[in-house]
């Protein structure tokens, strides 16, 4: 792996820490924003054609997803908490698919 890319997983990792760290307990977890894996995979895929691009393990064992859409711009983070539940953390438009490039930061020390 090289700098570069480590420093992208740096980013990714962080950008994904913030989300939950502003999101520590799923809005609604109780409540109308979580549902079965399978219904909110199926309802962000059929109703907005979000697919997944990207994945991490955050804190308490809770799996945190990005779903975005090139084509409707759509975009939706979810995390699954170990009992199954995917909860609906946040959503947006105007998504961009983005690897920028980051090798201005290769000699950065890590």
Same mark, same amino acid.
């Given at each position: 792996?090289?700098?570069?890319?480590?420093?992208?997983?740096?980013?990714?990792?962080?950008?994904?820490?913030? =989300?939950?760290?502003?999101? +520590?307990?799923?809005?609604?977890?109780?409540?109308?924003?979580?549902? /079965?894996?399978?219904? @909110?995979?199926?309802?962000?895929? +059929?109703g907005?054609?979000?697919? &997944? &691009?990207?994945?991490?393990?955050?804190?308490?064992n809770? @799996? @945190?997803? =990005?779903?975005?859409? /090139?084509?409707?711009?759509?975009?939706? =983070?979810? =995390?699954?908490? /170990?009992?199954? &539940?995917?909860?609906? @953390?946040?959503?947006?438009?105007?998504?961009?698919? &983005?690897?920028?490039?980051?090798?201005?930061? +290769?000699? +950065?020390?890590?």
């Amino acid at each position: 792996m090289t700098k570069t890319q480590m420093i992208a997983n740096i980013f990714y990792a962080t950008l994904i820490g913030a =989300v939950l760290m502003l999101f +520590a307990e799923p809005a609604g977890a109780q409540g109308t924003n979580c549902g /079965p894996r399978a219904d @909110v995979l199926e309802r962000l895929s +059929a109703g907005y054609g979000e697919t &997944r &691009r990207g994945i991490g393990l955050g804190s308490k064992n809770r @799996v @945190v997803e =990005v779903f975005a859409s /090139p084509e409707t711009g759509s975009w939706t =983070v979810t =995390v699954t908490l /170990p009992d199954g &539940r995917t909860c609906l @953390v946040a959503s947006g438009q105007s998504w961009e698919d &983005r690897m920028d490039d980051l090798a201005h930061l +290769a000699d +950065a020390e890590i």
